[in-house]
């Protein structure tokens, strides 16, 4: 087992109503709220009872509704202006992935003084030049889609329009003083994005699992119950969007899949660079592309390095049942249903390339992917 060092500040409150703890949790960390998250409605009723929450803690709510997924840096930056404007304490995300990445994004943008708010992205992991926040306004998380951990970790993705790009931002101010993890706000998510959420939730754990250290027997059972556990309680989700417990099940299985217990001494996402570049070239959402991704993935690889992938099918699935499975779900599984073709994978190659191939011109990854091995797993995919 590797040796590590392990530091997570976020205080986590767990529970269905636990969104009614909100106000006063709000009110340990200020006065004036900046509320960050969708403009469209999707959590409409979730903001209403939020403001009011604080609004009887006396704490003063700006709300900035204007996250997308995939939070492009140019919405961040609209959302430092508006939060300097309104003087903000803290700053709150509401939603997913996107809005809790947005709101840590703003949260440090306010604070940040290195330039152009680009500069605290891994752009390019071949010659690191990011220069990450140092600080943060605190930061209250209330996740509304369980998937990317984001309410307990310490990094935020983000996009760039103009780039055609997205990566990380990778910062000890980014964990949140508070998660509130309320499974009763998942109850409206529509079937396709809790789907894309427990895929994205999975994967977080293959990664690990598959590229990981050998020996960890805790760390292997951690990572196989938080999939065990989505790959029974998503059914049951999508059969009854309501049912309490599998909600439940699913918002902290998601969070623990990338709150650092389940990698402790590992850190593999070369399954994420891949994905990151169909969202950034082709559209395809996170959950989607990762749905792409692992099974050619899993396939590919395990001819080079069978023990984890055999692990897999003996106590999981077999990898031809896990595509099936995720296929049911309702998310695609190849780029063909994405549009995406044979063409399209010199640039998509290229991409990875871009910002996510080390100095040693390889994909980090056990063992490295090379660009022509990158272009035999998307083959796979199509
Ligand atoms: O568009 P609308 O209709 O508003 O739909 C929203 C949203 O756009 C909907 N939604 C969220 N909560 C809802 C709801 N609809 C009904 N009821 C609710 N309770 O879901 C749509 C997608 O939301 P988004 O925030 O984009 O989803 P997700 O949680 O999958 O986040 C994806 C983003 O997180 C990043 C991804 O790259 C992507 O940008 N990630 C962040 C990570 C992190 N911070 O650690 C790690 C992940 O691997 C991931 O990369
Ligand atoms: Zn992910």
Redesign the pocket.
């Known amino acids: 087992m590797n040796g590590f060092t392990y530091h997570n500040p976020v205080k986590v409150v767990f529970g269905a109503g636990t969104l009614v703890q909100a106000g006063a949790e709000g009110a340990k960390l200020g006065k004036r709220a900046f509320v960050v998250s969708?403009g469209?409605g999707?959590?409409a009723g979730t903001l209403a009872r939020l403001k009011e929450l604080f609004a009887a803690e006396g704490v003063e709510t700006q709300e900035f509704l204007e996250v997308?997924?995939?939070?492009p840096i140019e919405m961040v930056a609209r959302g430092v202006e508006a939060a300097k404007t309104f003087g903000a304490d803290f700053v709150v995300g509401v939603?997913?992935?996107?809005?809790?990445?947005a709101a840590k994004a703003v949260a440090a943008g306010v604070l940040y003084t290195h330039g152009d708010l680009w500069n605290m992205v891994y752009a390019s992991h071949s010659h690191v030049t990011a220069q990450p926040p140092e600080k943060a306004l605190p930061l209250l998380l209330i996740p509304?889609?369980p998937?990317?951990?984001?309410e307990m970790?310490m990094?935020?993705?983000v996009s760039s329009t103009e780039r055609r790009q997205?990566s990380y931002i990778w910062a000890d101010c980014l964990f949140a003083r508070t998660a509130i993890l309320d499974p009763e706000?998942?109850y409206?998510?529509?079937p396709f994005?809790t789907a894309?959420?427990a895929i994205?939730a999975i994967s977080?754990v293959l990664e690990i699992f598959v590229n990981g250290q050998p020996k960890s027997d805790l760390l292997h059972e951690f990572q196989l119950g938080v999939i065990r556990t989505i790959v029974k309680n998503l059914p049951i989700v999508l059969e009854n969007p309501t049912d309490a417990d599998a909600r439940a099940e699913l918002m902290w299985a998601a969070t623990c899949g990338?709150n650092g217990w389940a990698s402790p001494g590992d850190a593999w996402t070369p399954m994420?660079q891949v994905g990151?570049v169909l969202?950034s070239r082709h559209g395809i959402n996170?959950?989607s592309s990762l749905a792409i991704v692992m099974p050619a993935w899993m396939t590919y690889h395990k001819k080079i390095k069978p023990a984890p992938y055999e692990r897999f099918e003996r106590e999981i699935m077999p990898i031809a049942d896990f595509k099936a499975f995720i296929r049911k779900c309702g998310v695609p599984v190849t780029l063909s249903e994405k549009g995406v073709g044979e063409a399209d994978i010199p640039g998509i190659v290229e991409g990875v390339k871009t910002v996510s191939f080390n100095a040693d011109g390889v994909l980090a990854s056990n063992p490295p992917v090379t660009a022509e091995a990158l272009a035999e797993i998307l083959k796979l995919a199509l």
């Open positions: 969708y469209d999707s959590v997308v997924p995939n939070p939603g997913g992935g996107s809005a809790m990445d509304t889609l998937a990317t951990g984001s970790n990094c935020s993705v997205k706000l998942t409206s998510l529509p994005q894309c959420g994205d977080h990338l994420h990151h969202t996170h959950g």
